[in-house]
């Protein structure tokens, strides 16, 4: 399985020397990395170390105090969050932030929203065209309700999910918005040995079936090493690692990140 | 109902038992319809058959039915969008001003309501871009204090633009624009008289229909055709893509942007489009008084429409009209009747006997901001959704879905799915997660479900 998705056409997302300070401190420190096309890649590293701020980056809630991200042939670099969205790289969140009080359905409904057409008076006028769309929107979202697991929980409100339903429909959400990029920040943070199962299966999947590129942000090191294909490490937003998950595996400096001087030192 | 071992939420018996949403729906609509075309027709005789009821008159219904269009005006804004407006009067204003300089004989413009009307509309929808535009980043607080510094300088602006100079800097060369002590606004005399609005069919009422508020009941009508429509127009948005993504931004802006919305448009429609509705209440305003002045397009109006939607329910459709009815009756006809009739006499008697002015000056009337002012704090606490809020409103039209979980059933079930209700909004949403993730699979009630 693996095999099969080693990169074959380039890299889909390429960001070079980038940097993010806030101020005086620096998040990101210089950073090459890519993401091959096709594959699923890791970022891991202690708290702190500057993965979600790279997320923000790409995802342009952060614009790079130095550095360039291409995406696809395209820039990304300064570019406004939807406008990154319409580019094709889809995100979900560290801590959920899903539309609480909106249903599961209307989640994903506002996944599919720059895929559909209507505009504003057509939504008072309403002509035949924008009811079909919208039925259609409809059948689409339930149709991911239903891949994504959530099947029949379509109209209750997303803040009364349980929390590893919450975390499916973010990625739910995330889905209809076309990506070829999908950022998964912390997907089973809180979650069961075996809803992380699960929702491991699941992202390999959207990998294999729908040939999503992915990259996880992931604190689980079952997951991180057996899912991707390759994993890079940040510690204080410097790049300290890149391979395998086995090269990775037995990394002095990551050890050292990760468990201590003494600790690398001793092994 | 007098124990304490009742429930708190009284369940009434449900009249439409066994039939579909859709069904009750219509039924109810056809009902409110019918009543609205009967009521007018039979105030007058309701009134002298049960003089001990205070029935509100048709012109009192007028101004039910403006803040109601108001309110589901800043309801976009507000309820749908989540953003916190309160110089929503200004529009209201701005709608009225652009009728009355188009059809009254101050600048001796005379076009058409029918016309005027969509100038109006149009006129307020950009000046929600203009208040819109600056303020897009400002959020909660911020944003309050900006919309509400806004409604005070155009009530201001309308009423010190009735004596206008405005000349060249004597450099070059002195030439008087616009004046000298030009008349733009009427100050604070305001501008009158204003042309109703006309239909030319003749009739018993003469050779047209004038709806003006010499002619409340024709009137009446009028505003409740324009009520119908923007309650429609309402509707539409909040089930289309453009409501969804109000309420994903009112949900969390950074999420909504990460789903590939365009939060500036998007916010800016929410302004323009609710401040259109403030105008095209305000047209109709203008021209059925015949007259307005720019100190009754004050902050409490603002105010009064917040209040309405809070009480109806924030969000609420239904809710936010109600709200507006609700208010309205209790302020133009349950205090003055309850004033004149009970509390004035013996107060006023007292303050007489006791020599307190402030007794002796008494009048019920004069208190409605105090009673509204309590209104709104116990409700903050003991149902801070509103009376008609948005979720209940849910769970009755989504029957498909929620059946499983609130159970079709018993009223006292869904009473009680309405007290828990009550307990989410206010506690920690993070507290519930917690709880959510410490309970094994097999006991969360999602499951079992």
């Known amino acids: 399985?693996?095999?099969?998705?080693?990169?074959?056409?380039?890299?889909?997302?390429?960001?070079?020397?980038?940097?993010?300070?806030?101020?005086?401190?620096?998040?990101?420190?210089?950073?090459?990395?890519?993401?091959?096309?096709?594959?699923?890649?890791?970022?891991?590293?202690?708290?702190?170390?500057?993965?979600?701020?790279?997320?923000?980056?790409?995802?342009?809630?952060?614009?790079?105090?130095?550095?360039?991200?291409?995406?696809?042939?395209?820039?990304?670099?300064?570019?406004?969050?939807?406008?990154?969205?319409?580019?094709?790289?889809?995100?979900?969140?560290?801590?959920?932030?899903?539309?609480?009080?909106?249903?599961?359905?209307?989640?994903?409904?506002?996944?599919?929203?720059?895929?559909?057409?209507?505009?504003?008076?057509?939504?008072?006028?309403?002509?035949?065209?924008?009811?079909?769309?919208?039925?259609?929107?409809?059948?689409?979202?339930?149709?991911?309700?239903?891949?994504?697991?959530?099947?029949?929980?379509?109209?209750?409100?997303?803040?009364?999910?349980?929390?590893?339903?919450?975390?499916?429909?973010?990625?739910a959400r995330a889905l209809p918005t076309q990506p070829k990029l999908l950022l998964l920040d912390e997907p089973t943070a809180g979650m069961n040995p075996e809803e992380t199962r699960r929702l491991t299966d699941f992202v390999r999947r959207l990998r294999d079936e729908l040939g999503l590129t992915i990259l996880l942000i992931e604190h689980d090191m079952k997951v991180v090493m057996g899912i991707?294909?390759?994993?890079?490490?940040?510690?204080?937003?410097?790049?300290?690692?890149?391979?395998?998950?086995?090269?990775?595996?037995?990394?002095?400096?990551?050890?050292?990140?990760?468990?201590?001087?003494?600790?690398?030192g001793g092994g | 109902m007098t124990t304490a071992a009742r429930p708190r939420r009284v369940a009434l018996p449900d009249p439409f038992r066994g039939m579909d949403r859709k069904r009750r729906e219509k039924v109810i609509l056809i009902g409110v319809i019918l009543l609205a075309i009967v009521y007018p027709i039979v105030f007058r005789s309701l009134e002298s058959a049960f003089p001990f009821i205070p029935w509100p008159g048709t012109s009192v219904l007028i101004i039910c039915a403006t803040f109601a269009i108001l309110a589901l005006g800043l309801n976009i804004v507000m309820g749908f969008a989540g953003l916190l407006d309160l110089g929503y009067v200004a529009f209201y204003a701005i709608g009225a001003y652009t009728t009355a300089f188009l059809a009254s004989p101050h600048f001796g413009i005379h076009?058409?309501?029918?016309?005027?009307?969509?100038?109006?509309?149009?006129?307020?929808?950009?000046?929600?871009?203009?208040?819109?535009?600056?303020?897009?980043?400002?959020?909660?607080?911020?944003?309050?204090?900006?919309?509400?510094?806004?409604?005070?300088?155009?009530?201001?602006?309308?009423?010190?633009?009735?004596?206008?100079?405005?000349?060249?800097?004597?450099?070059?060369?002195?030439?008087?624009?616009?004046?000298?002590?030009?008349?733009?606004?009427?100050?604070?005399?305001?501008?009158?008289?204003?042309?109703?609005?006309?239909?030319?069919?003749?009739?018993p009422w003469g050779n047209a229909i004038v709806f003006s508020n010499q002619n409340p009941i024709a009137s009446f009508y009028l505003v409740a055709v324009l009520l119908g429509i923007t309650f429609l127009v309402c509707v539409r948005l909040r089930d289309s893509k453009l409501g969804r993504a109000w309420m994903a931004i009112r949900e969390d802006e950074t999420a909504a942007a990460a789903m590939g919305i365009n939060t500036v448009t998007t916010k800016l429609l929410a302004f323009s489009l609710g401040a259109s509705f403030s105008g095209f209440a305000g047209a109709f305003t203008g021209a059925y008084q015949t007259a307005i002045f720019a100190e009754s397009f004050n902050f409490a109006v603002s105010i009064l429409v917040v209040v309405i939607i809070i009480l109806g329910g924030i969000g609420s459709l239904r809710g936010v009209v109600i709200g507006a009815f609700a208010v309205q009756y209790v302020n133009q006809t349950l205090l003055r009747y309850l004033g004149d009739q009970v509390l004035n006499d013996p107060i006023q008697a007292l303050g007489a006997s006791t020599g307190i002015a402030l007794l002796r000056d008494f009048n019920l009337v004069n208190?409605?901001?105090?009673?509204?002012?309590?209104?709104?704090?116990?409700?903050?606490?003991?149902?801070?959704?509103?009376?008609?809020?948005?979720?209940?409103?849910?769970?009755?039209?989504h029957g498909i879905g929620v059946a499983a979980e609130v159970t079709a059933g018993s009223s006292d079930e869904l009473a009680l799915a309405e007290e828990v209700t009550v307990v989410e909004g206010i506690e920690e949403p993070v507290a519930e997660e917690t709880v959510a993730e410490e309970t094994p699979p097999a006991d969360r009630p999602g499951d079992v479900r």
């Open chain 1, 228 to 264: 991707s294909d390759r994993v890079t490490v940040l510690d204080h937003g410097e790049k300290i690692a890149e391979g395998s998950p086995a090269e990775v595996r037995a990394d002095n400096q990551v050890i050292e990140a990760y468990l201590g001087r003494g600790a690398a």
């Open chain 2, 367 to 397: 208190y409605n901001y105090l009673i509204f002012g309590i209104i709104l704090a116990v409700m903050m606490i003991r149902r801070p959704e509103g009376l008609f809020p948005v979720e209940t409103a849910r769970a009755e039209m």
């Open chain 1, 1 to 171: 399985m693996t095999a099969a998705a080693q990169p074959a056409d380039g890299d889909l997302l390429v960001a070079t020397s980038c940097t993010k300070r806030f101020g005086g401190l620096v998040a990101v420190s210089d950073i090459d990395f890519s993401i091959p096309r096709g594959s699923i890649v890791s970022l891991i590293g202690p708290n702190g170390a500057g993965k979600t701020t790279f997320f923000n980056m790409i995802t342009g809630l952060y614009i790079p105090t130095e550095g360039r991200i291409m995406f696809d042939g395209a820039e990304l670099t300064g570019r406004k969050p939807h406008e990154v969205v319409r580019l094709g790289v889809a995100r979900t969140f560290q801590n959920i932030r899903l539309f609480g009080n909106m249903s599961a359905e209307d989640n994903v409904l506002v996944g599919l929203h720059h895929r559909l057409k209507g505009r504003w008076f057509e939504a008072i006028l309403r002509p035949p065209s924008i009811i079909r769309e919208e039925a259609e929107a409809l059948a689409k979202a339930r149709e991911l309700l239903d891949l994504t697991g959530l099947k029949g929980r379509y109209t209750t409100l997303a803040r009364n999910l349980p929390y590893g339903d919450q975390r499916r429909l973010e990625i």
């Open chain 2, 111 to 203: 076009i058409s309501w029918w016309v005027v009307v969509v100038i109006a509309v149009g006129a307020a929808a950009l000046f929600g871009i203009l208040l819109g535009a600056p303020t897009l980043k400002l959020r909660g607080d911020y944003l309050a204090i900006v919309t509400l510094g806004f409604g005070e300088i155009v009530r201001i602006v309308f009423r010190n633009l009735g004596d206008v100079t405005l000349a060249l800097p004597a450099f070059l060369g002195g030439a008087v624009l616009i004046g000298p002590n030009a008349n733009l606004t009427g100050g604070n005399v305001g501008i009158n008289p204003i042309d109703p609005p006309t239909i030319p069919i003749p009739g």
